[in-house]
């Protein structure tokens, strides 16, 4: 599980790409539920291996794509999963921390984060961090296999190994309160109760 939160050495660049293929389809998933625009700023946080970074960029032809990671493992297996759109010039990838985007206040139209809220230090003060980085009307969706109450097994399994993984699950109506404490508006969740997937959007006034 430290290795899920904090990837590194050659078991870590392992698991990163695993991920890129296992977390493949709930991104999908997610990213279904909101528009992306032709020329949209995007910023995945906790971009793992980099695969979202590249789907979004598929969707933002003609915007750029930002990621940043906490663990320089994942920065790197990103870097060389996206080498040429990098080159291209349309997607950009650094280390930093949720806690302190290394970004200009309203630089974003959309903020994503798949597979990673639940291992933030501090939920609340990673949200209102996203919240200064988003342009006026621009959302943050967060997207996850699993949640707290969740009837699948993934979800079962998560929570009954909860005290050892140090994960900070949340119910549905958690994740709705984490977005209302921060101030967002036009809030939607969405769920697959049985795979144990969730959804959250919320948009910055």
Known sequence: MNQCKRPSGWLGRLILRNMNARHSRVTGWGL??????????????GCGGGRTIGKLAALARE?????????E???????????Q????????????????LPFAAEMFDLVTAVETHFW???LPEGMREIRRVLKPGGK??????VYRGATGMVGRLAEKHLPSTGLKLLTIDEHRALFVDAGFTDIEIGTEPAKGWIWAVGRQP
């Open 63 to 71: 915007g750029k794509v930002y990621g940043i990671d906490h663990a």
């Open 85 to 100: 759109l990098i080159e291209d010039g349309r997607v950009q990838i650094q280390k930093a921390t949720v806690s302190q």
């Open 140 to 145: 943050l969706i967060i997207i996850a296999e």
């Open 73 to 83: 493992a994942s920065v790197a297996v990103a870097v060389k999963t996206n080498r």
């Open 32 to 45: 279904a539920h909101i528009t992306v625009r032709q020329r949209d700023t995007i910023l995945d946080v």
């Open 120 to 122: 933030w230090p501090d």
